[in-house]
């Protein structure tokens, strides 16, 4: 995909949507092409826990993915003045303190259902992230109540399945440190 386009696409949405921005940068991070858009007015372009934001993104992949006759849409990740930067670093601190309460306890624990973008997000923090060898994740659930169950691994690097609970056993997201908000995409 040629950041020329995605900058010309992006930039006539926001300006027939007349939603102001000064500049769009945009950066490869491995599979993900993320676009920051700078802006003084970066509430209108986030809109109602990031709804607007959103679905520019929808509409740009879209876009992109017709006028190129791709298969699948290509990963594009829209941030207006590090909105999207910051929920990403709240659920991995998020993931760090529950993997922190796995290792304490033994037991596995559930994280509160979240979007498939903000749990590919975990799952390659924890998988990615030497500090964090002795864990693992997976998804568990259906839909919008699909969540990350984050567990041991023993010294084989297989899963260690907790006496208290059964793997075909649903966990309950514990919800009291959870301070996930509005996360969006």
Known sequence: METKMLTEILGNLLSELKLSFSAIDISKEEDITRVDIT???????IGWHGETLNSLQHLVKAIIRSKEN?????FIVLDVDGYRKAQEDKVKKLAEQKADFVRRTGN?????????YFRRIVHLHIAGNEEFSDLETESSGEGDYRQIILKLKDEKGKSISSAKKSDDEELSPVMEEDDLGNLDV
């Open 39 to 45: 802006s003084t007015e970066a509430s209108k372009i």
């Open 70 to 74: 791709l298969e699948r849409s290509p």
């Open 108 to 116: 596995r624990v559930a994280l509160a259902p979240m979007s498939p």
